[in-house]
DNA sequence: AATCCGGGGGA
DNA sequence: TCCCCAGGATT
């Protein structure tokens, strides 16, 4: 080493991990933890790319207790991407029951379409093209990418901004972010990588109380729960969110779940919306018929065929 | 950059 | 109550 090299374990720039045996520290250290105490989730292992992409639709905003039990009868009943494509979008979603966000079961519908007719019937693995896909964004062409097809890519979700916001010790925009996290990836099982860092954000780097004392990378850890959360100025941190009491979503949330169990009479809307305001239950529908979550059949509404 | 989109669980 | 959640699309 020349004289006069910095010490990058001090670098003041903020990059505390450009040194390679610091990476491979941190990277040895935190993959020994993941193989010892990893969830076994259905969609990890080996798992098939149609079912990482239903998996990773689900879990856009939503947490893994909540998805498993429906991924299962969801890919119980829909195996492969052109079995869903062959299914009416209204059964998928009734399916989607318990996940929110019903706008998600729609375009992974659409997905599947796009999927069967274009690239057939194969998750594709060009990250341009997942992300084309309707529902794909930077994070889920990613995680499809990385976790599914092995690429050397790195996808950041909440968990993984946080923790490497923490590790850096300074918040990171978007753009910071996914350049820290893609310098991170290791040449061999960049997906294993991947689910280490979320499991990571999600079992102990968490962001409301971080477990450090049981953190298996608190020495490579700038922040160490000391100070001012580095993750809190962060890209990627949860917005707040308008009230959900009252809401349009939650109206509509509950005129979908009416149309899960029957096609409902137009001036029974109201009634099954629980909103006594009809003309704000029209207007709703109107959106939702608009949007292809639901169809008028005669003077019923339902759901789409 | 702000909003919209669901709904449930944890602190 | 408030906050968060393996985000994406639209405006």
Redesign the pocket.
């Known amino acids: 080493m020349a004289a006069g090299t910095v010490d990058r374990a001090d670098d003041p720039s903020g990059e505390p991990l450009a040194d390679p045996a610091r990476r491979a520290r941190l990277q040895a250290l935190l993959l020994a933890w993941y193989h010892r105490t990893a969830?076994d989730?259905p969609?990890?292992g080996d798992a098939d790319p149609w079912a990482v992409l239903v998996?990773?639709a689900m879990?856009?905003?939503?947490?893994?207790?909540?998805v498993v039990p429906i991924f299962a009868s969801f890919m119980a009943r829909w195996p492969t991407a052109p079995a869903l494509a062959a299914a009416p979008a209204g059964e998928v979603v009734a399916a989607w029951?318990?996940?929110?966000?019903?706008?998600?079961a729609l375009?992974l519908h659409r997905a599947a379409t796009v999927i069967t007719s274009e690239h057939g019937g194969t998750v594709p693995e060009d990250l341009g093209v997942l992300?084309r896909?309707?529902?794909?964004?930077?994070?889920?062409?990613r995680?499809v990418a990385a976790?599914a097809h092995g690429l050397a890519v790195a996808?950041v979700?909440?968990?993984v901004a946080?923790v490497l916001a923490r590790l850096h010790g300074r918040a990171l925009s978007?753009a910071a972010a996914q350049e820290r996290a893609d310098a991170l990836v290791p040449d061999r099982d960049p997906g294993a990588w991947g689910?280490a860092l979320?499991?990571l954000?999600?079992r102990v780097c968490?962001?409301?109380?971080p477990r450090c004392d049981e953190c298996p990378v608190a020495p490579m850890c700038a922040w160490r729960g000391q100070g001012p959360d580095p993750a809190?100025s962060s890209a990627?941190?949860?917005?707040?969110?308008?009230?959900?009491e009252g809401?349009?979503?939650?109206v509509?949330?509950?005129l979908?779940?009416a149309l899960r169990e029957r096609p409902v009479p137009g001036p029974e809307l109201s009634a099954a919306a629980g909103e006594p305001d009809a003309e704000r239950v029209r207007r709703?529908a109107d959106?939702l018929v608009a949007e292809g979550?639901a169809e008028w059949d005669a003077d019923a509404l339902r759901l789409p065929r």
Do not use: I, K
């Not at 029951?97 to 998600?104: A, D, K, P, V, W």
């Open positions: 969830r989730l969609w990890r998996s990773e879990l856009q905003q939503t947490q893994v207790a909540r029951q318990g996940l929110g966000y019903n706008r998600r375009r992300q896909l309707p529902g794909v964004g930077a994070y889920t062409a995680a976790f996808p979700d909440t968990n946080r978007r689910q979320m499991e954000g999600a968490t962001a409301r109380t809190a990627h941190r949860s917005r707040p969110q308008a009230r959900f809401s349009d979503r939650q509509r949330g509950r979908v779940q709703l959106a979550m």
